[in-house]
């Protein structure tokens, strides 16, 4: 089974910071997703990459994979306490299942 | 109505009960799945549905008990649980088994505690 870690594990920054979260594995992936999980609630999708070396934008967040397809990458501009959360990446491994990360937990501090 | 719809949120149940959670989906989808999370640890799929067939069990022990009935139900069937199976039980749905676009919408979870 390939494996997903993420780093940091957690992080806590004041509103208007600008923070960068990973997500690294030593296999490739056909694709790779990124959720955001609130307390109480299931992992909500953020982003599918495909394409090595893709970048997705999403108002302040951007997403990159990788050139390899192995590893990527979350950045947030300017961050809000709104963004406060639990962010997955998930690669697809095979047809049927989707390997996850064990989480960032992101804490935006007003 | 959200997409997929857990029931119940929250369970305590003793280590001599059978009790079931459900699942259902409002989204079309072929593909079911259930999810255990629990703390500090990654998400873990137990189960793979496709079109109301059983495509994967990933080493889950007895004790807990899929079914699919149809495309758009999926319950997990509980009995003689350990305190260790205390954690969030996700299930999730997609469009269909798909390398590529294995995007997984999910639900709120049951949020169970082992007594």
């Known amino acids: 089974t390939q494996l997903l870690e993420q780093s940091p594990q957690f992080l806590s920054i004041q509103e208007g910071e600008n923070l960068t979260v990973y997500c690294n594995s030593s296999?490739?992936?056909?694709?790779l997703q990124w959720y955001r999980q609130e307390p109480g609630e299931g992992p909500v999708l953020l982003v599918t990459?495909?394409?090595?070396?893709e970048v997705k934008k999403l108002k302040r967040l951007t997403f990159q994979f990788g050139d390899a397809r192995k590893d990527s990458s979350l950045h947030i501009t300017a961050a809000q306490p709104g963004d406060t959360g639990l962010y997955l990446c998930a690669g697809a491994e095979g047809a049927q299942k989707l390997v996850f990360g064990q989480g960032t937990r992101l804490t935006i501090n007003p | 109505e959200t997409g997929v719809t857990q029931t119940p949120r929250h369970l305590v149940m003793g280590m001599t009960n059978k009790k079931s959670l459900k699942c259902e989906q409002h989204?079309?989808?072929?593909?079911m799945y259930w999810y255990k999370q629990s703390a500090k640890k990654p998400l873990e799929l137990m189960f793979v549905y496709s079109l109301e067939e059983r495509v994967e069990n990933n080493s889950v022990p007895s004790r807990f008990s899929p079914e699919c009935p149809n495309s758009s139900h999926l319950f997990l069937h509980l009995h003689t649980l350990q305190p260790e199976d205390s954690a969030l039980y996700l299930c999730a749905s997609s469009r269909n088994l798909d390398r590529v676009n294995t995007e997984a919408f999910f639900g709120q979870g049951t949020r169970l505690t082992v007594v």
């Open positions: 989204l079309g989808h072929n593909a």
């Open positions: 990459v495909v394409t090595g070396g």
């Open positions: 296999s490739v992936f056909s694709s």
